[in-house]
């Protein structure tokens, strides 16, 4: 991938983001793991994850479908090295490539499920992103995008505003790089507009509430240790006032009398035909017990 493609490409690297995809799935893929029901899949289904990272979900899958094939691609080498190594008793049907997400090296309509987690939010134009993700998935396939959206992250406030680093900060630092940190609540309209029917929007909601205040606070603090200096290049606020931010969400989650949320929008559908409604047989169940915050789609 360009470096014009993968402006984060320093931070995603950092060993803080081992931390983070590790708590975030276990936050997240309690509630997550229930709608991967709605598709249906044939056992020996295909399944690829774009921008696997450490592959906590890719291994995850691989062991809801125990006959499927899965393949795992990212652009960092490190993360990939150490999915390979911890998830090596997969490895005769799950495997991690190096690929560019914008140029994947698969044929149009290869897989049967194509998924992609916590990534638009980190690369410039994502809807050239989704473009190739509906590519090689086949039609009548599934796509699921994991699209993350930080103005969904919300903090009691304290001493200072913690909603300061996500609202001003983290924005003018997507502006810096020419990302969308508010990529979560466009991805409907743009699978849409590529002609994926049976769209659904469904939240995963880390919370205080339903996930541990540590695990919460751990996805918060990786992302500190790895992102606070690039912040500080970008974000247009005092110096020390990142840092101080970042720390008043953890002490947020972490106060017993508090309460914070983040919700992440999960959006699926099915390939069709770009301009005309693809005809693929309905699905019985169309809800996976997900929360949905008024007013989404």
């Known amino acids: 991938m360009r470096m014009d493609r993968n402006p984060q490409a320093e931070q ?15 936050a997240i893929w309690p509630q997550e793991s229930r709608l991967f029901e709605r598709y249906a899949l044939a056992p020996n289904a295909r399944i690829l994850d774009v921008g696997c990272g450490s592959g906590e979900i890719t291994s995850r899958l691989a062991t809801s479908y125990p006959e499927a094939r899965l ?8 993360p990939l090295a150490y999915a390979r190594e911890r ?14 997400a914008f140029e994947l090296a698969f044929e ?3 897989f049967d499920l194509v998924v992609c987690r ?6 410039p134009h994502a809807e050239k992103l989704l473009e190739e993700l509906a590519r090689v998935c086949k039609q009548g396939g599934w796509l699921h995008v994991l699209s993350e959206d930080y103005g969904m992250l919300h903090f009691q406030e304290r001493a200072i505003d913690p909603e300061k680093l996500w ?15 508010r990529i979560g609540r466009k991805t409907w309209s743009f699978l849409k507009a590529l002609g994926v029917v049976e769209l659904s929007v469904d939240y995963a909601v880390v919370d205080t509430q339903r996930v541990s205040r540590e695990t919460f606070a751990e996805i918060i603090r990786a992302w500190r240790d790895g992102y606070t200096g690039a ?18 969400s953890i002490e947020s989650i972490l106060d ?6 983040w919700h992440v929008p999960i959006v699926s559908g099915r390939k069709g035909v770009r301009g005309a409604q693809f005809a693929v047989p309905p699905q019985d169940e169309r809800s996976a017990d997900a929360t949905r915050p008024p007013g989404s789609p």
């Open 256 to 261: 017993p009398d508090a309460y914070a949320v």
């Open 231 to 248: 912040l500080d290049l970008h974000a247009g606020l005092e110096k020390g006032e990142v840092r101080a931010l970042f720390d008043a």
């Open 12 to 26: 995603m690297a950092d060993a803080s983001m081992i931390r983070n995809l590790a708590a975030q799935a276990n």
């Open 167 to 181: 609202r001003d900060g983290v924005r003018a630092y997507s502006r810096a790089t020419s990302t969308d940190e």
């Open 118 to 123: 916590h990534v638009t939010q980190s690369v």
């Open 108 to 110: 149009e309509s290869s």
């Open 71 to 78: 393949v795992g691609v990212d652009i960092l080498d490190g």
């Open 87 to 100: 998830y090596a008793e997969l490895a005769d049907r799950l495997t991690f490539e190096r690929g560019d």
